[in-house]
């Protein structure tokens, strides 16, 4: 009985005001929908509610023009228009100024465009509040372009007050053309606001605040909040307001990314890799090309863990270019080899795919193991004897580009994949891997590799179904490499530390942000940048690559650089995967003011493979923003990435970094900020993980609520089948 009242209760909440078309709010109708659905994605009552104020502007104090100054800030006045001023600024433009008084003093209005607007709408004689930045003109305070209100009755706050904190939305140009600016936005949402008569509905049940270790027992509820984010009274509840959406946010995007890792893991067995089997041992006795570095051996002792635990193993490895990742990797293959099992590896293009594959063979030494390459260009009779040797278990390590994936790719027992350097290869990718496992019925263990350092509270949400592990230490005899910043001015200098560096039998990078000259920019592009290094080192043979050059000439081009046949390779960014050249000890990236941090610590990492002393050069104009000193300075300060990373995350912000929709299941985030709420975040994980650990398919009644919101927000059927 009580199972048929809470699915009752929760079906009519599906249906509830919040679901209602946005054109069906007051103010709002069909032409308005579309510029909202189309501008801003608001196409219900619960989008607009949701479509939180980016600032609000304090307008509690209500200033007297005898009080004012031309150096104040934003102030706000009460008073009446007196009269209306037009004067001619030439063809189709002219200034309209209205004088305003509040009985204290005069100051004048003035609008340089919309001034027929403010003619046709304000009208002399009554009371507005006017907002806006004061200033003098002709010994008389101005505010130009103010912002203007009725002061009627129900919009003025108790006598003596302002107006509040003052919400402002962000709008586009287009709707800026059409006159909807953030005020017409704060209309439509106090509309709103005035219809939910009702409270709204509580997506965190009143048991999880009371779990041990909660810290937000006297969190605001979600109806408080929802209407505090908007109007709040003052800036404690607008603080308080934002913690309440912040946690809710972070809160279900973990408990999604858990629920949906505990499901898979309860599908799929893991195969289970009991011994070091011959294949291992003989390869950690004979053909390590080093010893293991701590860090090396520590993910080694994980992955062994996990591989042997029964459970199928999902892991983050990350580590700096050079760490030795790769090593660590072909090593668990090995483990998944002397099992009886098939390995494969996934990388996003064919130059790193055939890059893995000779470092693989040369690793792997005289050992007896068969390694193949399936990637778009094995085609024909070649590529169906790799099919065949996967089918039958003579191919015993695949490496591959998207290829592994498609459906006529069958293994014989494949029990590893590991996945290098594609931060959008997600989960749902991952999963297809999954049919390919032994009779369906087991998992393939996933590995999946990033020279990109992720912040822990980014790793959390995008990569939230994985453990982690990291290698934070480079092999023995890598020398940090050096990086200076270089202005354009001093480049007759930088030429000939360069040559220098050639003259000594080192080998150079050079790198520019644009292929072609373009009309809108005053980059350096790489075409005329060639002939003008060409010219400075006519006694050395440069290489030019670029991501519009065809597969086989990019692979001819960068091969002769390999070879060293070329002592300088002229590139664009991509080169930033997938090359190795331990004799390239310089990289000069010019208008290194263009790239973000992450980028340029990955080129940084294409040179220090050596054993010689290497450096980084960054070059850029003298004139630089502020945020762009400081990438410039934390790359000059630091080679570690992880800093760099957390750096990148809090001046970027995690939107603008690649990958982050890699999961497939990471909601985007209206008003949490991973750079900035990490300790949000870790609470989020600790209550979504208690609550999963009870009731991993969220079908205890306490929990009905989380179950149908998750539901909500994925926008899918909510499944009640479980309630009887």
Excluded at 188 to 217: A, D, H, N, Q
Excluded at 246 to 252: A, G, I, S, Y
Excluded at 615 to 630: A, G, N, W
Aim: glycine letters at 8%.
């Amino acid at each position: 009985m009580l199972a048929r009242l809470v699915k009752k209760r929760y079906l009519c909440g599906a249906m509830d005001i919040l679901q209602q078309d946005i054109m069906y709010l007051p103010g709002v109708g069909p032409n308005r929908k579309k510029v909202l659905s189309q501008e801003l994605g608001i196409n219900t009552f619960g989008d607009l509610l949701q479509y939180y104020p980016y600032k609000h502007v304090d307008r509690t104090t209500m200033y007297r023009i005898s009080d004012l100054t031309g150096d104040m800030p934003f102030v706000q006045v009460k008073g009446r228009i007196l009269s209306f001023d037009t004067f001619d600024m030439g063809p189709r433009r002219e200034r309209v100024v209205a004088h305003f008084t509040d009985g204290s003093g005069l100051m004048d209005l003035v609008w340089f465009n919309g001034g027929k607007y403010a003619k046709q709408n304000y009208k002399i004689g009554k009371e507005y509040i006017v907002f806006g930045r004061p200033g003098v003109f002709n010994n008389r305070i101005q505010v130009t372009h103010p912002e203007m209100e009725e002061a009627a009755p129900n919009n003025l706050p108790p006598e003596g007050a302002g107006l509040g904190l003052r919400p402002y939305y962000n709008t586009t140009e287009k709707m800026k053309k059409q006159n909807f600016s953030s005020r017409s936005v704060e209309k439509l949402v106090k509309t709103l606001l005035e219809k939910l008569k009702e409270p709204l509905s509580e997506t965190i049940p009143p048991y999880v605040r009371s779990l041990k270790g909660f810290v937000l027992k006297n969190m605001m509820s979600r109806d408080e909040a929802l209407r505090a984010i908007h109007f709040p009274t003052d800036a404690r509840q607008l603080e308080q307001a934002r913690l309440r959406l912040k946690f809710e946010e972070l809160f279900f995007v973990q408990l999604n990314i858990l629920r949906y890792a505990s499901e898979q893991r309860r599908r799929f067995r893991g195969l289970v890799f009991q011994r070091i089997g011959p294949l291992f041992n003989d390869f950690y006795r004979h053909c390590l090309p080093f010893e293991l570095t701590r860090a090396q051996k520590r993910v080694m002792h994980e992955i062994r863990a996990d591989v042997a635990s029964g459970r199928q193993m999902n892991r983050l490895l990350q580590g700096d270019v050079g760490s030795g990742k790769t090593l660590v990797a072909l090593m668990a293959m090995l483990i998944a080899i002397d099992n009886g099992h098939q390995a494969c590896i996934m990388a996003p293009t064919e130059i790193l795919a055939e890059q893995h594959l000779q470092t693989i063979r040369d690793f792997l030494g005289p050992l007896p193991i068969h390694v193949e390459l399936l990637t778009g260009i094995v085609k024909g009779k070649r590529r169906q004897q790799v099919l065949q040797g996967l089918l039958d278990g003579t191919v015993h390590i695949l490496v591959g580009t998207h290829a592994v994936i498609e459906d006529t790719v069958q293994f014989q027992s494949l029990g590893l994949v590991v996945i290098d350097e594609q931060h959008r290869f997600g989960v749902a990718q991952r999963a297809k891997l999954w049919g390919k496992g032994e009779g369906f019925h087991y998992a393939p263990h996933i590995l999946v590799m990033t020279a990109t350092p992720i912040p822990r509270t980014l790793a959390m949400t995008l990569y939230g179904d994985l453990d982690v592990s990291v290698i934070d230490e480079l092999p023995p005899g890598r020398k940090p490499i050096r990086t200076t910043h270089v202005f354009d001015s001093r480049m007759t200098s930088l030429y000939e530390g360069m040559r220098r560096q050639i003259q000594q039998g080192r080998q150079i990078y050079v790198v520019f942000p644009l292929i072609q000259e373009s009309e809108k920019s005053d980059l350096r592009n790489l075409e005329q940048g060639f002939e003008v290094l060409c010219q400075a080192f006519p006694e050395f043979r440069l290489s030019k690559v670029h991501g519009k050059m065809k597969p086989h000439d990019k692979e001819a081009e960068m091969q002769r650089f390999v070879s060293g046949e070329t002592q300088m390779l002229v590139a664009t960014t991509v080169i930033e995967v997938g090359v190795n050249v331990p004799n390239a000890s310089v990289m000069v990236i010019l208008d290194a003011q263009r790239f973000g941090l992450s980028q340029l610590h990955q080129l940084r990492g294409r040179v220090g493979r050596g054993a010689d002393q290497s450096y980084c050069i960054l070059v850029t104009p003298y004139k630089l923003s502020e945020d762009t000193r400081k990438r410039i300075d934390i790359m000059c300060e630091t080679n570690d990435g992880f800093r760099i990373a957390e750096a990148d995350l809090k001046l970027r912000g995690p939107g603008d970094l690649e990958g982050t929709q890699q999961s497939g299941m990471a909601f985007d985030l209206k008003i949490a900020d991973i750079a900035r709420d990490g300790q949000l975040v870790q609470l989020a994980r600790d209550m979504a993980k208690q609550i999963i650990d009870e009731d991993s398919t969220l079908q205890l009644p306490k929990n009905y609520a989380l179950a149908k919101h998750l539901a909500d927000m994925r926008q899918s059927p909510f499944d009640w089948s479980h309630i009887s």
